[in-house]
Nanobody
């Protein structure tokens, strides 16, 4: 079973930036769509944004629109989540997910912690 591996989380101050990365455990893994989700303490998992691999089309949750950017690197088979102007409400465990050849998110990473202090 392919696993997705996130990296890049950490502790930052409000207004700072972070870039998260997500790579599959198998380089041959392909996915129609890759998404980012997050779960804040005591809250439900929340959709952050997604990217369609072939077209590069992106879509974002209103809460992050204009601050977060998803991109992909075809050569490295890696997806990125660039997070700018971070606020304390962005504090959460961030997960990347992939649909593979399906239309549902079947592949998930273990998550990476992002903590934004005020």
């Amino acid at each position: 079973q392919v696993q997705l591996v996130e990296s890049g989380g950490g502790l930052v101050q409000a207004g700072d930036s972070l870039r998260l990365s997500c790579s599959p455990s198998e380089r041959t893994f392909s996915s129609r769509e890759m998404g980012w989700f997050r779960r804040a303490p005591g809250k439900e998992r929340e959709f952050v944004g997604r990217i369609t691999w072939n077209s590069g089309t992106t879509f974002y949750a209103d809460s992050v629109k204009g601050r977060f950017t998803i991109s992909r690197n075809n050569a490295e088979n890696t997806v990125y989540l660039q997070m700018n102007s971070l606020i304390p409400d962005d504090t959460a465990v961030y997960y990347c997910a992939g649909t593979g050849d399906t239309t549902v998110y079947m592949y998930w990473g273990q998550g990476t912690q992002v903590t934004v202090s005020s």
